[in-house]
């Protein structure tokens, strides 16, 4: 047996940090839910696009079985472990490390892991009768959407609790599951941000700066927890390249999945039923700009470009000042939307003016420090399981 496979599986002398037992099936459990949430990510990811481009046809569409699949190998995983825990418990044999809330036995890890794809699995149903009473939809703010979502937010926070519980410090498979972790973590934020670039279209003002604001607030929740669990400065930039790279490969399996598939589209019927529907303003904004539709605003440029706040982040030392890191942060989020989002042909007219500009600043900043603030005491919260 490899080194690797040795590690996976947790047949080592090495003990974990919270001095759990079973690390075998807990590192195993961890992998199958990380791998699981990144086939489910894509399955979100393409099923965006199919609602702006096909429409919604059933709740059995593709992109719906490649997410829910996902999400099934999610609950087996970490209800599974639950269950293997909660029958040593009452065999008399807890396993240390657990704790027992409601009937379950578990680490905090697998508990929080279960609880946040409960919440998703919840979802589902009220998503269809959602969609069965108010017809399709592209907005991720719908009550049902915002409900799965935050149910994988906390899923995906959970397993990089449970990677701090199921390796030692210096392990390389810690920090990789961490890493991967709080990278599903922050695309499950950037994409329960993602309408924010609707509001900008629509209103302009204060509003164009949506984003932003709403980033300084939410995404600092994953990068300064990345620096504080990984301990390296460095590794909110790593968060971001693998972030990149995993929506790259989704892109191309939507692409190669509607290849395959051929749906035939009915978008335009719906289109003429509401034309101010969240759909209808998508295909306006990527008419405009000339993009798919469903895709982020700004292109591959944009994309390229996302690093440089996180590279102000990194140069100020979240290690030691993550509020002040936080703050330069959102500084480089709203430059970044002011001079690539702000430029495209969809967004340009509704750029504001310098008072609507400064007040919007003003905001970013207070939410920035709100952001930093909460950030610090998650990723405190989340290390006090080190030590």
């Known amino acids: ?18 001095g759990v037992e079973s690390l075998g099936l807990y590192r195993l459990a961890l992998w199958v839910m990380l ?10 990811q393409w099923d965006i696009q199919w609602h702006v481009q096909i429409g919604r046809d059933s709740f059995w569409i593709p992109p719906h079985v490649m997410t829910y699949a996902g999400v099934t190998l999610v609950v087996l995983a970490s209800f599974g472990v639950l269950a293997w825990d909660t029958l040593r418990h009452l065999r008399g044999r807890a396993a240390r490390g657990t704790e027992r809330i409601v009937g379950l036995s578990g680490t905090p890890g697998f508990l929080l892991a279960a609880c946040g794809i409960a919440l998703t699995v919840l979802a589902a149903p009220i998503d269809d009768l959602w969609h069965r009473l108010f017809g399709i939809d592209v907005t991720l703010w719908s009550p049902p959407h915002l409900l799965g979502l935050i149910g ?21 498979l ?4 961490v890493v991967i972790a709080l990278t599903a973590f922050y695309g499950s934020l950037a ?9 900008a279209y629509l209103y302009g003002g204060v509003l164009f700066y ?33 972030g990149l790279a995993i929506g790259a490969i989704g892109v191309n399996i939507a692409r190669v999945g509607f290849e395959i598939i051929q749906p035939v589209s009915f978008i335009e019927e719906e289109i003429a039923k509401d034309p101010t529907s969240p759909i209808a303003v998508t295909q306006a904004i990527a008419q405009k700009n000339g993009s798919t539709p469903g895709s982020a ?24 000042r993550p509020v002040s890191a936080t703050v330069l942060y959102g500084v480089g989020l709203f430059a970044f939307w002011a ?42 919260g989340l290390a006090r399981f080190e030590r």
């Open 35 to 44: 791998g699981a949430n990144l086939v489910a990510a894509w399955g979100v």
């Open 152 to 172: 994988v937010t906390i899923n995906t926070l959970a397993c990089a609790l449970i990677a701090l519980e199921a390796y030692p410090p210096k392990s390389w």
């Open 1 to 18: 047996m490899s080194t690797v496979q040795a590690a996976l599986l947790g047949r080592s002398t090495e003990s974990s940090t919270t």
């Open 339 to 380: 001079l690539t989002i702000g430029r495209t042909p969809a967004f340009a007219p509704m750029m504001p003016g310098v008072w609507p500009t400064v007040v919007a600043f003003a905001i970013t900043m207070v939410a920035a420090l709100i952001g930093g603030t909460a950030a610090g005491r998650l990723s405190e």
């Open 210 to 242: 949506a984003f932003p604001i709403l980033g300084a607030l939410f995404l600092p929740l994953a990068l300064i927890t990345a620096v504080r669990l990984t301990g390296r400065r460095s590794t909110p930039v790593v968060l971001m390249i693998v």
């Open 297 to 320: 605003p700004g292109g591959s440029l944009a994309r390229l470009l996302s690093l440089a706040p996180v590279l102000l982040l990194i140069a100020l030392d979240p290690r030691r």
């Open 174 to 177: 810690r920090y990789l599951g």
């Open 191 to 199: 994409i329960g941000l993602r309408p924010a670039s609707r509001l």
